[in-house]
């Protein structure tokens, strides 16, 4: 077995239990240490989760020389800060999405990542996961014939009113927190569709009472080789959706929800010879990340994202904003 890694965490968010601590420790990695605002959380966190040391400060656990992997889950406006810290502090880091608030910011972060020659990566988990692999090999057999056109949806209930998710000084927003995986997506079919995509259109409507932040808000893009994009998401709909559908010249794929698969792993796939749905296992696509990210950092293995994947995802983001009469998010 490979030696374990040795992970230190950002805050004590909620999203930790189940995107890392418990992949982490189905992988056999260590929790090495826990930082939050308040001591008395950070110690409650690492009782509940057996991680092995509370450090009073996120300055403490970036440089903490038994640290080797910042996990980073904290609000979307202190990504981009604390990834800088971590890299700079000689870090591997692993940063909930997306990578900081802007693209200014994420293209610091990926100068941050190539001059202390650690690994950094976006926590797009969903990429892993094989529904997702799926529609990639579909296309890639011919079995859909060519690649025409692309439609993701990321959708939710409303959180709270005092959710952070709903802050403009802490980067929140629709597109920051679920849309961010549907243009990710889109440019993960750049191989069957003459490469990136562009952006064509967008539009987007503000959050009551949060003026600048958006609720909902819809792009339109279209790549080289004329394949069009449909990216939509929203944080004020009456159900969870994260569906992903892909359309060729001989037929199309659906993935159920491309963004939580071991939630539900159907991928339907319709051609002339019928429709047929296949369920790719519902182990957590949080597990195959930490396996991918490992692999990476211990062997060498190929990730398929980086720093410079996370500031082409950060452009687009900012790209939509402004097309649909938003300002990009400011730094915290």
């Known amino acids: 077995m490979s030696e374990p890694l040795r992970i230190g965490i950002l805050g004590a968010a909620r999203i930790s239990e189940r995107a890392l601590v418990s992949p982490a420790r189905e992988g056999g990695h260590r929790l090495v240490a826990v930082a939050a605002r308040d001591r008395d959380r950070a110690r409650a966190f690492a009782d509940a989760h057996d991680v092995e040391r509370v ?34 502090a000689g870090k591997h880091v692993l940063s909930e999405k997306p990578s900081a608030s802007n693209a200014e910011e994420a293209a610091e972060v990926r100068e941050a990542a ?9 926590a797009f988990h969903y990429l892993f996961h094989p529904v997702n692999q799926r529609l990639h090999t579909l296309l890639a057999s011919g079995e859909l ?14 959180p709270p009113d005092d959710d952070v998710r709903w802050s403009l000084p802490l980067a929140g ?5 679920l849309g961010c995986y549907g243009l990710h997506a889109q440019r993960m079919f750049a191989p069957w569709a003459g490469g990136a995509p ?8 503000d959050r009551s009472g949060a003026p600048g932040v958006d609720a909902w808000l819809d792009a339109d893009l279209e790549f080289p080789g004329g394949v069009t994009g449909s990216a939509r998401c929203s944080m004020v709909e009456d159900a969870w959706q994260a569906t992903c559908r892909v359309v060729g ?12 698969p071991h939630q539900d792993d159907r991928v339907v796939v319709r051609t002339e010879a019928g429709e047929r749905t296949e369920e790719l296992g519902r182990r957590s696509s949080y ?3 930490i396996d991918a990210f490992a692999a990476h950092v211990r062997h060498g293995e190929p990730l398929p994202i980086d720093a410079e994947d996370a500031l082409a995802t950060m452009r687009l983001i900012d790209e939509c904003y402004g097309k649909a009469g938003f300002a990009p998010r400011p730094r915290s």
């Open 114 to 122: 190539a001059k202390a020659g650690t690994v950094f990566m976006e």
């Open 198 to 205: 562009r952006l064509v259109s967008a539009r987007g409507g």
């Open 287 to 289: 597990a195959y990340e």
């Open 145 to 158: 014939g060519e690649l025409r056109h692309v439609e993701t949806v990321v959708a939710m209930t409303p």
């Open 55 to 88: 450090v009073d400060s996120y300055a403490d656990l970036v440089s903490d020389p038994e640290v080797e992997v910042v996990y980073n889950p904290l609000p979307n406006g202190l990504h981009g800060p604390w990834n800088l810290a971590a890299l700079r």
């Open 249 to 260: 010249t001989r037929g199309e794929a659906v993935a159920v929800d491309f963004v939580l």
């Open 173 to 177: 927003g629709a597109m920051m927190d």
